[in-house]
């Protein structure tokens, strides 16, 4: 049976649940599809327990209200634990697959987040090296600490909730690395200002961290990690690196977990599948180009595609919410002015915009690397494979080495190494690899395909 | 920038590359040209087979069977590392008529001196220990082999570099040199290059490369889409697949057909195809084909209901209405000759292919008759 | 609390806790082993993208330990695909 909606909007994440609430609140019949237990995305993820979450978050409150509001909708409908395989559009109608079900709609509001960018670097395939979202995962979702002894390294804001959720529930974080300087933001500062619950979240946490005795550290990052005799993280090389990212000195910490976060990198598999034009940020990232009502451009007529949130441009929380309750309205075709959240998403964008700017990734990370270092952590491709491929196979795009090296065709499907093979052709006038049509997105079964049902 | 080749290939997919490779060998200056990268267009889209069980005796299965050894000779060659590997072939039957087919087809093979194995029962069963217990009678085919074909293409043209090739990507021809009845070079988005001699090598573009010379060739696009799974413990150890699969490949039906074709590789990885239809550059993925390729593979292999798909691709067979290469002097214009239209089987026949065009080019004798193979073939169905 | 094994050895976890997450309260690290180094690995991207956290479920391989939330009984094994 084929469920349909009139709007399907994927991603139960700030983006997603707002866009479902607006549209459903202007008159439309609602499906939420989303491949988590519960609801909340990344962000709001949390455990069940009210207690626990009440104390794992900032902002919970605004979570927990908007979430009740979506269950409570009765125009709105929800699927969880739905993990979309494949997404087309069939005669006019966007099919959407999960392993149980198919789904099909004229309008789509696509949600689908973001997730921690990776850098590697010898060793970052040691158990105990995660990214710092893994550690946020752990913590929110499953009140668990990652570690005894936490190094939280990277750049951005994020490596503050992190650390400070850690350190606050016992765990002991013996350093929060920041690539950036330490008054990076100074420049940016009257934009900065113009966001005062931003500013008092981030002096939240450092105070909550300085009680904890966390010592922050600036200008310095992991650039290697080792193992004890059982393969488990022992310790981590950390540098002192210019603005450049190359490294000037270096020391070694004792850890058992390293949680590294190089910002976000926006999830657009479904845009590749959906044929959506896809642009390049000034950071290098791809993400779904969307225009002022966070409409899609794509090739398809009779259907409707918008997105918002993170898959759009990695901005924050407060980005999500009025994209997503942007995309909402314009969805659901309602009369509404949006002007209040236009000026919303405005102010949003130009702090995120900031955002990039004080917390800069540089292409010096690429000297960290070693030979052996891997690139493909599915397919175990290093670092001497790679530049064999573009060195002397005439690999002259990622799509090339994908295919010489099996770079990218792992499990992952490229997500955790794709963008880092298009910054390793930086120099050169390549294009950026944008997400490809994948009729598969997430691995199924050749049983679950060979199914009756599936269109 | 190389002003005076010998000769220019368009086309750096395998038979491109092969050809490159053959008359760099012979000590000919090559400059190829291709509007993508190396290997980027059907060559990246094939499993890499190297075959000669799909074959009925002809022309086509000599030039196989050469070009089968000729690739063990590459691999040694250029020092390997493109997972060349004689891993064999086991066709089965499922049918009466497609056992009675299976042993007329060996029979005759076994006269072109194929090792063509008839097998039964536990025999079958010991060489592919998971094939469906319904499944008893097959062929066994040791000569056949399968490498991956993009790195095999790209290790090729770096020992055409060696030998001093050159190779510019991301250039399209955009118009061929003719001066009477003689090529004289190509004009390109990156300038005009000349010589002598142009191999149109340009697989399911090498039509659109004949008209551009005022010529003729009548290569079509015939798609196929093939399913890879997850990497898993090896659970297939030959190419294994439907007798029906070599009716399928000599069939000329422009509608869909299918056939299980399942194979494991080095990578752990399990690729399954095969269909055929013919439907332009229609680069959308039917699901429906799709389901039908998992069904037909779970049918041989039932094990196979719990492995992990990971991806599904299409790719596009450069395809002659004989179903055979056109290899060979264009019969208008004089100094262009085409290395083209090899369908499914361009990997497996592009060392013999790019031998034959070699010889040929050379003045030299070869190892088969060539004739064929030759473009003149075409010519009075495209007379205007 | 719930019970499971991992590798034939009862651990106990919280119930609504994914699989790597009753794991690691259990300090056990390594969910796999690298296909062609044999290298240990574990818990990397925490929210199902990296597919570094598979294990065998229940008999079934490829399960993202991350994803899969722990049940009572269930038999969790280490997966060597080395």
Known sequence: ?455 | MNNNPDVIIIGAGVIGVSTAFALSTAGLKVLILDRGSVASGTTSAGEGNILVSDKEPSPELDLALRSRDAWFEINEEIGGGFELEAKGGVVVAQSDAGIDGLRRLTSAQRKSGIDAQDITGNDLHELEPHLSDSITVGAYYPQDAQCQPMIATARIMRAVKAHGGEFISGTTVTSILVHGDRVGGVETNKGRFSAPIVINAAGTGAGQIAELAGSYLPIAPRRGFILVSAPAPQLIFHKVYDADYVANVASSDETLQTSAVVEGTKSGTILIGASRERVGFNTEIDFSILRILARQAIELFPILAEIQLLRAYRGFRPYAPDHLPVIGEDPLIKGLWHNAGHEGAGIGLAPGSAQLLSDAILGKSSFMDATAFSPTRFSRAGAK | MISFTFNGVELKGQSGQSVSAALLVNKERINRYARFSGAPRGLFCGIGVCFDCMLIINGQPNLRGCLTEIQPGMIVEVQNDH
């Open chain 1, 1 to 455: 049976m084929i469920i349909s909606h009139q709007i399907i909007v994927i991603g139960g994440g700030p983006a997603g649940l707002n866009a479902a609430k607006y549209a459903a609140n202007a008159g439309a019949d609602v499906g939420l599809i989303d491949s988590g237990l519960r609801l909340g995305g990344q962000y709001w993820r949390h455990t069940g327990n009210a207690e626990v979450d009440e104390s794992m978050h900032h902002n919970f409150d605004q979570g927990s209200l908007l979430m009740d509001a979506v269950n409570a909708n009765p125009r709105i409908e929800v699927y969880l634990e739905s993990q979309i395989w494949s997404a087309s559009v069939i005669n006019n109608m966007i099919i959407l697959r999960t392993k149980d079900q198919t789904f099909q709609t004229q309008r789509l509001i696509i949600a689908t987040g973001a997730y921690d960018r990776s850098l590697p670097f010898p060793g970052w395939d040691i158990p105990g090296v995660m990214t710092a979202g893994a550690a946020q995962a752990l913590l929110k979702g499953n009140g668990v600490i990652a570690g005894q002894s936490v190094v939280v390294a990277g750049t951005g804001p994020f490596l503050l909730p992190v650390a400070a959720g850690i350190s606050s529930h016992g765990g002991n974080v013996v350093g929060v690395l920041e690539a950036a300087k330490r008054l990076s933001w100074a420049p940016k500062i009257s934009v900065l200002i113009q966001n005062p619950s931003k500013i008092l979240e981030g002096i939240g946490y450092i105070k909550s961290l300085r009680k904890s005795k966390v010592e922050m550290r600036f200008g310095q990052a992991v650039v290697a990690a080792h193992a004890d005799e059982d393969g488990l993280l022992e310790s981590v090389t950390v540098a002192n690196i210019d603005k450049d990212f190359h490294v000037k000195s270096t020391y070694l910490l004792k850890c058992d977990v390293a949680a590294i976060s190089w910002g976000f990198t926006p999830d657009t598999s479904l845009a590749g599948s959906l044929g959506l034009k896809q642009g390049v940020r000034n950071d290098g990232s791809v993400i779904i180009e969307v225009d002022k009502d966070q409409r899609c451009t794509h090739s398809h007529s009779e259907v409707e595609i918008y997105a918002a949130g993170e898959s759009t441009g990695v901005g924050g929380s407060d980005l999500a919410l009025a994209e997503g309750a942007i995309a909402g309205l314009a969805t659901a075709h309602s009369e509404k002015s949006s002007s209040q959240l236009r000026k919303l998403r405005h102010r949003a964008q130009k702090f995120a915009d900031v955002l990039l700017q004080v917390y800069p990734v540089a292409a010096g990370w690429k000297s960290w690397l070693t030979p052996q270092t891997l690139i493909c952590r599915c397919e175990e491709v290093t670092y001497q494979k790679v530049r064999e491929a573009c060195e002397e196979l005439n690999a002259r795009s990622a799509r090339d080495v994908k295919f010489m090296t099996r770079c990218g065709m792992g499990m992952c499907q490229g997500r955790i190494c794709t963008r880092n093979v298009s910054d390793l052709f930086d120099s050169e006038d390549h294009d950026r690899i944008l997400a490809t049509y994948r009729p598969i997105i997430t691995p199924i079964t050749l049983g679950e395909l060979a199914q009756e049902g599936l269109l």
